[in-house]
């Protein structure tokens, strides 16, 4: 039965609960095939995630190989295929634990950088598991500059070989997954060496493993890198290389080829292969960061009105935290922002859709503005959501200290999405150098990419609201927040420009205003996703009270962003002190509102019990009943521990010689 | 030998570290005794933590008490005793992961609470370790709230006993440490009735578990609540009384007594029991709280002198990683924090030993002032550091989330710091009602305690700051801190008077000001600690160039904090944005300033490489080495794993039915 102080909350939702799915979905034929899809993962026990906070790295492993297998017979047995409408579902209803994804990357490695002739080759071996595939890209010593790679393999003329080695110890490979244990293959990036040149990066296909009985292959050291914060299901690996020898075949060559005498040829264009770097940032973005942020507050909020403490007014019963200002302003712009990077991210999945039309017809004019978009918003969204996480794991209390909360493992999950596929820093780098150029071809009167157009429009003036109603109009914040980037990126790249006329050399003056630009780049990313929430809101139907709820939601987000970066709108005077205080009161304002339909927004969500694996977060809101439920499987309540025969009992007993 | 590229930073220190570490143990004799301490813990194999990052919650359980116990063998061999000069460093060269805390605590509260009957009788027993205490007062559905517990004792005239129960499951006791497998005895926490009067929450001791074979007593149901994002060597467990009987005498009853015939009688002042509770908030910031920043900052700075990537000029070396500016900005002000409160702490400590004088003079008059200091510095300094503990992390990138960095355990610890020994927004809004009360009393000419008397002065001017050497001008950036704690007391006081004179009730005014209130008090706490660093650095000896480094760290942490929290301080023009640019230029130059002396500043923290037990962090810089050691120790690596022959095997030989 449902926690009456939870059913109670959905009986007031402002809006259909249903219909808000199926939009959040993209339409209620998606629901349908999302809940089919969920609800066979869910009912195969094979798939079951039960001990999941139980479990040894090793166990961690062991399971996810065991449901990677099990998934290829799933899947056949569903009739689900790689294309079909099912497969983008399978993944969020596993909830990411299983093995075998870099295989996949080895797959997609081959297909964009393999000639016809490797494609035919390794991709049926690959597709029929007659060989598991990695990605052996990062060493120890490098990660973020790939140019610094530090392995080499040498052509051999006479033999017509590539001789792979890892000259030093930073040049191990370390952190490919699927490599500790699983692979029997891996692409490695090396450096290429042909008579005694260095031509830099390219990949070559390494065999590691026997197939036969999985002992490693002769000159290869490999192994696990050990134990993580989170990720305990991924055999993250180390690679040795010897003296390894590959035949000229295995460097993957669609752009550059080796030729038997040794000639380096070079043909076509990379570009294409940059844009697959570029996707997969995106691609990361919905299934690695927003649904586990759109989890953390599902958790967080359900618990939030179950859990009842102190009182509000004397005399009557505790209430529910929920009721409690600073627990609503701790949890429900993190809400907020959940639906905000749903939005944003169908922009940049269409953004990124279109893009590809267009390079397939070999027109590269978009790339530089999708690369800045995937950079800077990889960077913002990652770090924004796993801020917006470790705020929902705090605002449970201890309990969300447990890891059965399931909020912990969120959080450490979450915090990884800040550094692989690009640290962060440098990504907003490299979106920032992006907008200077931009904004520099603009102020010449040149034009720029339709992103970045509002960086000519820069109007000195001032924010026009009056009172806190104006706050809520959605002219006067976005009109704010494109004020702020516009100002940012410009003074930034004054500051630029003065650094270099004053002498300071080109490279010097940009590190000088790497923070400034970090910055720059990310009230960018804050300000186009302000102008998107607003946009979806409009197109939304008027209709079952969705688009009045979005729209109190699209409020807040851009209030909280006002309110918690007001350095930034106050500086130049554009927002005064008396109209900050304005915002600050709608945005207080909202928080009452938008709390009526905290459980039903989050409800929306659809996520079910077992996916969420949180004693705090299910539908029913038996949190107390749950956690102790859970509690007495762990483990550590099994039997007696040994450390009572081996210290307490004789310390207790004083048979020791006496303390 | 140690790494070249961290040897040269240590070659140019601008201070003696030496020195500066004998000033932060107060003295040169105490970093005498520091490290004998140290020294003879870690060359006492049975307080490895070699395998930490490696073993289960069952094992990390099991060395906590063998440590526990053997510490009791240690501490006679040493010579150490609980009031010695040694005992403090104890903890800190265990690193924590020991068991028994609770055991002291479960003293602690019969000497405070207790009668002295009761202490002549259990306190000895306690010293011996005849049993092992725990302290029962979080339950289930009740932590912030200790009157809302639901735990009950009834008074039973006729066998001069109390009954307690548990009786729902919400009034379940969870969390208390020490008590899930390890207690025989435990002070339980319970709603006292007699008559059928309740007369609110008393402690009371109860035996939980047979001293002979450790089996459960009857009525009690115990057990371990599993497992939690750190503290996995704690047994917190949960309990559950049935009619459990306890002697009359077993209700601790120093302040309050129920007489055999039912009498109920309260007697003396509870007012040092709360004083207890505030020390316990004080004590644990130095060891739980800014040793593990500091060690952090420890390990992310050595990392990042060794750590090259990238080129910061053309046809150079790669850049060691601290010399970008978003680098130095990430982990510079962590370092100036460590500092700051390493201070502040020395201050509080300082403040609270004279307190504790005063009240053993039967002086209560500085009790609201001491507990509103420690109230509002815990949670400051607890939020943070755990922000700053996060930032080390995440600067350096993938291998800081490799839990053999050490960085992952540092933060998922001090995380908890937030929630325990009271919720860091609870207590910040204890502060801000000490707070409004003072501003009130000063605004009516009133004297107040003497850490408030700022708020009487409140001038309205500007920031006098003409250029950025200004803003290296401690008057100026304390005057600045100043202006801004009094404006969000006095503007949040303005508001909530203004809401009741509007006709909102007292205790709904105060919820919607709650928001602001959290801000203020933590505005308060910045501003006593700015302040405080400053007096600090007046006062060091101006030889041997740590009055000087002192000095920069003081601006450098004052200066982040206008920069990262501009808005308040721009918000009525105190400061201009033309100063805000100047406070920013004088920031941004601070840290190449300091990243000069980065190293020696946090060598002079004075850290063995055992107790970082950090693959990053050791004092020879020899990373990638260690990194590749450590990880062959992993149990992941120590044999092939049962997915080979269970699932890989058949996989790639295709013995199973054909995919």
């Given at each position: 039965?449902?926690?009456?102080?939870?059913?109670?909350?959905?009986?007031?939702?402002?809006?259909?609960?249903?219909?808000?799915?199926?939009?959040?979905?993209?339409?209620?034929?998606?629901?349908?095939?999302?809940?089919?899809?969920?609800?066979?993962?869910?009912?195969?026990?094979?798939?079951?995630?039960?001990?999941?906070?139980?479990?040894?790295?090793?166990?961690?492993?062991?399971?996810?190989?065991?449901?990677?297998?099990?998934?290829?017979?799933?899947?056949?047995?569903?009739?689900?295929?790689?294309?079909?409408?099912?497969?983008?579902?399978?993944?969020?209803?596993?909830?990411?634990?299983?093995?075998?994804?870099?295989?996949?990357?080895?797959?997609?490695?081959?297909?964009?950088?393999?000639?016809?002739?490797?494609?035919?080759?390794?991709?049926?071996?690959?597709?029929?598991?007659?060989?598991?595939?990695?990605?052996?890209?990062?060493?120890?010593?490098?990660?973020?500059?790939?140019?610094?790679?530090?392995?080499?393999?040498?052509?051999?003329?006479?033999?017509?070989?590539?001789?792979?080695?890892?000259?030093?110890?930073?040049?191990?490979?370390?952190?490919?997954?699927?490599?500790?244990?699983?692979?029997?293959?891996?692409?490695?990036?090396?450096?290429?060496?042909?008579?005694?040149?260095?031509?830099?990066?390219?990949?070559?296909?390494?065999?590691?493993?026997?197939?036969?009985?999985?002992?490693?292959?002769?000159?290869?050291?490999?192994?696990?890198?050990?134990?993580?914060?989170?990720?305990?299901?991924?055999?993250?690996?180390?690679?040795?290389?010897?003296?390894?020898?590959?035949?000229?075949?295995?460097?993957?060559?669609?752009?550059?080829?080796?030729?038997?005498?040794?000639?380096?040829?070079?043909?076509?264009?990379?570009?294409?292969?940059?844009?697959?770097?570029?996707?997969?940032?995106?691609?990361?973005?919905?299934?690695?960061?927003?649904?586990?942020?759109?989890?953390?507050?599902?958790?967080?909020?359900?618990?939030?009105?179950?859990?009842?403490?102190?009182?509000?007014?004397?005399?009557?019963?505790?209430?529910?935290?929920?009721?409690?200002?600073?627990?609503?302003?701790?949890?429900?712009?993190?809400?907020?922002?959940?639906?905000?990077?749903?939005?944003?991210?169908?922009?940049?999945?269409?953004?990124?859709?279109?893009?590809?039309?267009?390079?397939?017809?070999?027109?590269?004019?978009?790339?530089?503005?999708?690369?800045?978009?995937?950079?800077?918003?990889?960077?913002?969204?990652?770090?924004?959501?796993?801020?917006?996480?470790?705020?929902?794991?705090?605002?449970?209390?201890?309990?969300?200290?447990?890891?059965?909360?399931?909020?912990?493992?969120?959080?450490?999950?979450?915090?990884?999405?800040?550094?692989?596929?690009?640290?962060?820093?440098?990504?907003?780098?490299?979106?920032?150098?992006?907008?200077?150029?931009?904004?520099?071809?603009?102020?010449?009167?040149?034009?720029?990419?339709?992103?970045?157009?509002?960086?000519?429009?820069?109007?000195?003036?001032?924010?026009?609201?009056?009172?806190?109603?104006?706050?809520?109009?959605?002219?006067?914040?976005?009109?704010?927040?494109?004020?702020?980037?516009?100002?940012?990126?410009?003074?930034?790249?004054?500051?630029?420009?003065?650094?270099?006329?004053?002498?300071?050399?080109?490279?010097?003056?940009?590190?000088?205003?790497?923070?400034?630009?970090?910055?720059?780049?990310?009230?960018?990313?804050?300000?186009?996703?302000?102008?998107?929430?607003?946009?979806?809101?409009?197109?939304?139907?008027?209709?079952?009270?969705?688009?009045?709820?979005?729209?109190?939601?699209?409020?807040?987000?851009?209030?909280?962003?006002?309110?918690?970066?007001?350095?930034?709108?106050?500086?130049d005077g554009y927002i005064s002190g008396a109209q900050m205080d304005m915002a600050t009161a709608s945005y207080l304002g909202l928080l009452a509102?938008?709390?009526?339909?905290?459980?039903?927004?989050?409800?929306?969500?659809?996520?079910?019990?077992?996916?969420?694996?949180?004693?705090?977060?299910?539908?029913?809101?038996?949190?107390?009943?749950?956690?102790?439920?859970?509690?007495?499987?762990?483990?550590?309540?099994?039997?007696?521990?040994?450390?009572?025969?081996?210290?307490?009992?004789?310390?207790?007993?004083?048979?020791?010689?006496?303390?």
């Amino acid at each position: 039965s449902v926690n009456p102080d939870l059913a109670s909350e959905r009986q007031t939702a402002s809006f259909s609960v249903e219909k808000l799915t199926a939009r959040l979905d993209g339409g209620a034929e998606h629901t349908r095939i999302r809940r089919a899809v969920v609800q066979a993962i869910e009912c195969d026990p094979e798939f079951s995630r039960e001990n999941q906070y139980f479990q040894s790295q090793n166990e961690r492993y062991e399971a996810a190989v065991r449901k990677a297998v099990h998934l290829q017979k799933k899947m056949h047995e569903m009739g689900w295929t790689e294309n079909g409408p099912e497969f983008k579902y399978i993944y969020r209803a596993l909830s990411g634990d299983v093995a075998f994804l870099l295989h996949r990357i080895f797959m997609r490695s081959i297909s964009v950088l393999g000639s016809d002739k490797q494609i035919a080759k390794w991709i049926p071996l690959a597709t029929q598991y007659q060989l598991i595939g990695s990605y052996a890209q990062t060493e120890l010593g490098h990660g973020t500059y790939l140019q610094g790679l530090e392995t080499t393999a040498i052509f051999d003329i006479t033999t017509q070989e590539f001789i792979l080695n890892t000259p030093k110890i930073s040049a191990m490979k370390w952190w490919p997954g699927d490599m500790g244990r699983s692979a029997t293959h891996t692409v490695v990036f090396a450096q290429l060496y042909v008579h005694g040149k260095c031509y830099g990066v390219h990949p070559f296909i390494v065999q590691i493993r026997s197939l036969q009985d999985h002992s490693l292959c002769p000159g290869i050291t490999a192994g696990d890198i050990g134990p993580k914060m989170n990720f305990e299901h991924v055999d993250n690996g180390y690679l040795m290389l010897q003296n390894v020898r590959v035949p000229r075949e295995n460097m993957l060559n669609k752009f550059c080829e080796v030729q038997p005498d040794g000639t380096y040829i070079r043909r076509g264009s990379q570009k294409i292969n940059y844009f697959t770097m570029t996707t997969v940032r995106i691609s990361l973005i919905s299934d690695e960061v927003i649904i586990p942020l759109m989890k953390a507050c599902t958790i967080a909020i359900r618990y939030s009105v179950v859990r009842r403490q102190s009182k509000l007014k004397p005399g009557e019963q505790e209430a529910k935290i929920l009721d409690y200002q600073t627990q609503q302003e701790k949890l429900l712009p993190q809400l907020a922002a959940a639906y905000a990077f749903h939005f944003i991210n169908d922009y940049l999945q269409e953004l990124f859709d279109k893009g590809y039309r267009e390079i397939q017809r070999k027109n590269f004019d978009t790339l530089p503005e999708l690369h800045a978009f995937s950079s800077g918003f990889k960077a913002m969204v990652t770090q924004y959501c796993t801020s917006a996480v470790e705020i929902c794991l705090r605002a449970c209390g201890g309990h969300g200290y447990s890891l059965l909360s399931g909020l912990p493992s969120l959080y450490t999950k979450i915090l990884a999405s800040c550094i692989y596929e690009g640290e962060n820093t440098i990504l907003l780098l490299q979106t920032a150098r992006f907008l200077i150029k931009c904004f520099m071809t603009a102020s010449t009167g040149q034009p720029v990419p339709p992103s970045v157009t509002y960086l000519a429009a820069m109007k000195p003036g001032k924010c026009p609201a009056n009172n806190k109603l104006d706050f809520l109009s959605p002219d006067i914040y976005t009109e704010a927040y494109q004020h702020m980037a516009v100002r940012l990126i410009s003074s930034t790249a004054a500051k630029l420009q003065g650094l270099i006329q004053s002498g300071v050399k080109k490279h010097e003056a940009w590190n000088q205003c790497t923070v400034q630009l970090a910055q720059a780049a990310k009230a960018h990313c804050h300000y186009i996703t302000v102008k998107n929430f607003v946009e979806t809101v409009e197109k939304l139907e008027t209709t079952s009270g969705i688009q009045k709820i979005m729209k109190h939601l699209c409020d807040l987000f851009a209030l909280h962003g006002i309110f918690s970066n007001a350095g930034v709108f106050l500086h130049d005077g554009y927002i005064s002190g008396a109209q900050m205080d304005m915002a600050t009161a709608s945005y207080l304002g909202l928080l009452a509102v938008i709390r009526k339909d905290a459980v039903p927004l989050v409800d929306a969500f659809d996520f079910t019990d077992k996916s969420l694996n949180s004693a705090l977060g299910s539908y029913d809101g038996q949190v107390y009943q749950r956690l102790y439920e859970w509690a007495q499987k762990s483990p550590t309540n099994k039997q007696m521990s040994p450390a009572y025969e081996r210290y307490l009992k004789p310390l207790l007993h004083n048979t020791r010689s006496k303390i």
